[in-house]
């Protein structure tokens, strides 16, 4: 099986502009999560989704959301970026049990 | 919310040696937790992984020991090798059959193998 896939791999953007990544999930897998790391805060939970439904979310602003596509692709989106949005953003996909597999994340640069 | 520390932030052993990395968690509720090792430029891949209902499990080289009324456990690899040498996470959730999964991650080990 393939593993996730993240798009694009690298980004580069101003303050105050958004921007939107994609996330597709190993095949059969219903349930994608969204994390930022980064060097000061560490790997944290943004929200997850499942069957095109968020079930969880994160403590992070509203400038953060996200979708999912009845084919379980996911999108996550942030506007008005700041500074501090700089980070690895990595998707994670899980079949229905506990497990949770990363893809390589979208490396996001704010300048 | 879960609170989950990791120690040590660094670890240097040389090839051969075994390294062991400890973390604890907070809320006692956490049944899964899973161990991910993340190499340079890329995403943390999965390594091995606990349930509460086990207090061991082994892979090889690598083991995972949970201690439930310490809520502590820790990620134990022997016979260390060069690509070993990677940053590793722990982390806990809790999770039953239809509910949300959300990783509380530790803050991370970058263990070094020297030769």
């Known amino acids: 099986k393939a593993g996730v896939t993240q798009t694009p791999r690298y980004l580069i953007k101003t303050r105050g502009q958004q921007v939107t990544l994609s996330c597709s999930p190993i095949s059969g897998h219903r349930s994608v999560s969204w994390y930022q790391q980064t060097p000061g805060q560490g790997l944290q939970f943004l929200f997850e989704y499942f069957s095109e439904t968020q079930r969880n979310k994160g403590n992070f602003p509203g400038r953060f959301s996200g979708r999912q596509f009845s084919n379980s692709r996911s999108e996550m989106n942030v506007s008005t970026l700041e500074l501090g949005d700089s980070a690895l953003y990595l998707c994670a996909s899980g079949g229905g049990a506990e497990t949770q597999y990363f893809g390589p994340g979208t490396r996001l640069l704010v300048l | ?115």
């Open chain 2, 1 to 115: 919310g879960e609170n989950v520390e990791q120690h040590p932030s660094t670890l240097s052993v040389q090839e051969g040696d075994s390294a062991v990395i400890k973390c604890t968690y907070s809320d006692s509720a956490s049944n899964y937790f899973p161990w991910y090792k993340q190499e340079l430029g890329k995403g943390p891949q999965l390594i091995i992984d606990i349930r509460s209902n086990v207090g061991e499990k082994k892979d090889q080289r690598i083991a995972v020991t949970l201690n439930k009324t310490a809520k502590h456990f820790s990620l134990h690899i022997t016979e260390t090798q060069p690509e070993d040498s990677a940053v590793y996470f722990c982390a806990a959730s809790i999770r039953n059959t239809g509910t949300a999964s959300k990783l509380t991650f530790g803050t991370g080990t970058r263990l070094q193998v020297t030769l």
